[in-house]
């Protein structure tokens, strides 16, 4: 590949990453200041010193956990190019033993964090959408009781389209996040140019003698502020659709200066004219401006939404591949895109969810108080994922992994500490929210495993089962595929066919589905055949986390070992389990009682592993639990 054909392919990643990953972070200008000075919770007296103390906040928090630590370190952190937590946090399980506490802490630590992120995703809709409705407010205030339901209008339409999937307008959304970034700095431009003095609160001893004079004031502040951070995680998360390079340079080429300009600017406002508090960010814009920025404002809030109800969707297939959520339908919306997918039921359950958040705070300074704790827990236990990584994956020394993480990691636990007095004023949606699916994630873990082993508890030995039905039972024409978790034993939908059928097919073939650690499976041979005695075959099918499996396509791939299956002479059994729970067993009965209702209502397994529904059986067996 040419320098110039590389050259034009980042620049095109550098501008379509504009559009998803820094779509939310993007969007924290409509907010961020207004909330610090002018917000419900402990708000800043507007002085000169303290404009210059936040804004050198800002800065800085910007310099230091979106450059240095997100774009320029965690990045490095990548699970074969994924990230985020959920990739993140299976990076760090690769080196721990099985069962082992560190495993378990690691596992707790992972899916609370992706909670959190649920949590984010249900946040960001409601409040960038609301405070970018709220200019109407600014244009005239007759425009007040109509930025509800219009808000309410847009995030319906936003959740209504999620399953045409953004392949259509993905298109559109780096031009037109590019216009929002050169519109943000052209506005702190002007409006720094009017009192350029502001440029002052690039030194850090502003930020220190604020929180100096102001040590109280100033915590409470960090509560505010972090929601200038707020999209970080993107950076990681969406890392694997564009790639490291693109990323920063999107980030350093375009996106750090708009934001610094944008608040700087908001910060010369208020210098200027204290009253501006109403709301900076649209005051910055001259009159005929307005409702045009109204407008664009509410398009980059829909496409700051769309990437984190993306991101939703993805960390829940992750979920589902490694084993902490039940199968779900998967609705693929590109067919150049692998990662652009569709899960209705989470899709509506957020809706429904965002509706409750607009209606019940019902404005974007009630939503701050619940936006931070889901922001900064998750970068808090970002910074403990990356630890272990560092340590037990990079092979770095304890001191050298642990002075890495401790400066970011104070800094996180600063902000979560600001944000956790306001847990009464809102904090509390997240955390409950969080703790809500971090008790389904685990109990569904918990439960499988349960599963597992009371079914391994009465399984037969597949070598000894084999070599016994020589010539002991009858053999009918055609090709039996068992699905199976494992292949040493006897699948319980083999079983109970012989029982009720008294004869076997006369080629039997075990599968397995092996879900690896990585991403993306990319060696050269995906499937692995063994043949036993009696026409008896195992075959183990390897696939990432991020891909969707598609088994009649990956046993084609047989044919290369001997096997051939003829899709019109081949059928395949699946076991379907009615689990019962019981009292005092290894988990508790109500955890068994939900496990029991979300193993009912899981996805079929044929429909989940793309398996003709004419060719599938499904033959039942009771198991107490």
């Known amino acids: 590949m040419s320098a110039n054909t590389t050259e034009s392919r980042v620049a095109a990643l550098s501008l379509a990453a504009l559009g998803v990953v820094y779509g939310d972070i993007g969007t924290s200008p409509l907010y961020a200041l207004k909330e610090v000075f002018g917000g419900a919770h402990h708000p800043v007296p507007i002085t000169p010193d303290n404009v210059l103390g936040i804004l050198s906040l800002i800065f800085w928090s910007l310099m230091v956990v979106v450059s240095l630590k997100y774009v320029l370190f965690i990045t490095r952190a990548d699970n074969k190019g994924e990230g985020g937590i959920m990739a993140l946090m299976a990076l760090a399980l690769r080196p721990m033993e099985q069962g082992s506490l560190r495993r378990k802490a690691i596992i707790v630590l992972g899916l609370f964090g992706a909670a959190l992120f649920y949590g984010d995703g249900v946040i960001t809709p409601a409040i960038s959408v609301l405070s970018a409705v709220e200019g109407l407010e600014v244009a005239t205030p007759a425009l007040k009781p109509y930025v509800l339901p219009i808000s309410l209008v847009i995030l319906v339409i936003l959740f209504a389209v ?104 908001q910060g010369a406002l208020l210098l200027r004219d204290p ?128 002075l890495g993480a401790l400066p970011f990691a104070i800094i996180d636990l600063a902000f979560f500490s600001a944000n956790s007095v306001k847990i009464a004023d809102g904090g509390w949606f997240p955390l409950i929210f969080g703790l809500g699916v971090y008790l389904l994630l685990s109990t569904w873990k918990r439960g499988r495993d349960l599963l597992s082993a009371r079914l391994a508890a009465d399984a037969m030995d597949m070598k000894s089962f084999v070599s016994g039905i020589d010539g002991a039972v009858a053999r009918v024409p055609g090709t039996a595929v068992f699905l199976t978790p494992n292949l ?54 390897l696939y990432g986390f991020m891909e ?63 398996l003709p529904a004419n060719r599938v059986v499904e033959l039942g067996t009771q198991v107490v639990l």
């Open 275 to 402: 009253q501006a508090i109403a709301n900076p960010f649209y005051l910055l814009a001259p009159d005929w401006l307005l409702y045009p920025m109204v407008a664009l404002a509410a398009v980059a809030t829909v496409i700051a939404s769309q990437a984190v109800i993306s991101g939703a969707f993805s960390i829940t297939q992750q979920a589902i591949q490694l084993g902490f959520s039940p199968r779900m339908e998967i609705s693929h919306t590109s067919d150049q895109q692998i990662g652009q997918i569709y899960l209705g039921s989470i899709n509506w359950t957020l809706l429904v969810a965002v509706i409750a958040l607009v209606v019940g705070f019902g404005s974007s300074s009630n939503l701050a108080a619940a936006y931070g704790i889901a922001v900064t827990g998750t970068m808090f236990i970002t910074d403990l994922l990356a630890f272990v990584v560092a340590r037990y994956v990079w092979g770095w020394s304890f001191w050298r992994a642990f």
């Open 162 to 265: 999620q399953r045409h999937g953004t392949a259509a307008v993905g298109t559109l959304f780096g031009p037109i996040m590019v216009l929002w970034f050169v519109t943000l700095g052209a506005l702190g431009i002007i409006s720094i140019a009017h009192d350029p003095g502001v440029l002052r609160a690039l030194g850090p001893w502003h930020a220190i003698r604020f929180f100096e004079a102001n040590p109280v004031l100033g915590f409470f502040a960090l509560g505010a502020a972090v929601l200038a951070l707020t999209g970080a995680e993107a950076l990681y998360a969406d890392m694997g659709h564009f790639g490291r390079k693109p990323i920063q340079l999107a980030w350093f080429g375009l996106v750090l200066p708009a934001l610094l300009l944008n608040y700087f600017g």
């Open 548 to 610: 969707q499996p598609v088994l009649p396509e990956a046993l084609n791939q047989c044919a290369e070992d001997g096997l051939v299956l003829d899709p019109m002479d081949t059928s395949f059994f699946l076991g379907r389990e009615t689990l019962i729970p019981r009292l005092n067993s290894e988990m508790c009965f109500w955890r068994e009682k939900i496990f029991v209702g979300m193993f009912r209502n899981a996805g079929s397994a044929a429909s989940f592993f793309g």
């Open 488 to 541: 040493d034993n006897v699948p319980h939908a083999m079983l109970h066919s012989l029982k009720h059928y008294k004869a076997m097919h006369e080629r039997v073939v075990l599968v397995s589905v092996n879900i690896l650690d990585s991403p993306h499976f990319t060696e050269a041979k995906r499937v692995t055949v063994t043949r036993l005695q009696n026409q008896f075959w195992q075959v183990r099918v």
